[in-house]
């Protein structure tokens, strides 16, 4: 599978990089540490894992051994991501809340 790694991303922490890496494809592998399950559903939009060694590795032997779904589950995140995470809707409804208007 030359030319996959890249669309694998792990992440283990709080932070926005989850949404960077969803809105390029990438399949993403997260523990959920903040238990989000407001905009995102794991296993739609993400895959949720344990944060131990072994459920991580077994995800991503899972992802190798089912790479189309694995990749639709890519391809629907990054779909939620640029529907709900819409760059100048966010824009406009801060300077609205900022502004007042």
């Not at 997260?30 to 077994?58: F, M, W």
């Not at 709900?84 to 966010?90: A, L, S």
Request: charge should be neutral; aromatic fraction near 4%.
């Amino acid at each position: 599978m030359k030319g996959t790694l890249g669309l694998i991303y792990e992440l283990p922490h709080k932070t926005i990089a989850a949404v960077d890496a969803m809105s390029t494809g990438c399949i993403l592998v997260s523990t959920n540490p903040r238990n989000d399950k407001l905009v995102l559903q794991s296993g739609v939009d993400y895959i949720e894992v344990a944060s131990d060694a072994q459920t991580i590795a077994n995800v991503l032997l899972w992802i190798k051994a089912n790479f189309k779904e694995a990749l639709e589950i890519g391809t629907h995140g990054a779909e939620t991501i640029k529907e709900r995470f819409d760059v100048k809707n966010i824009v406009h409804s801060k300077l609205k809340h900022m502004l007042g208007n």
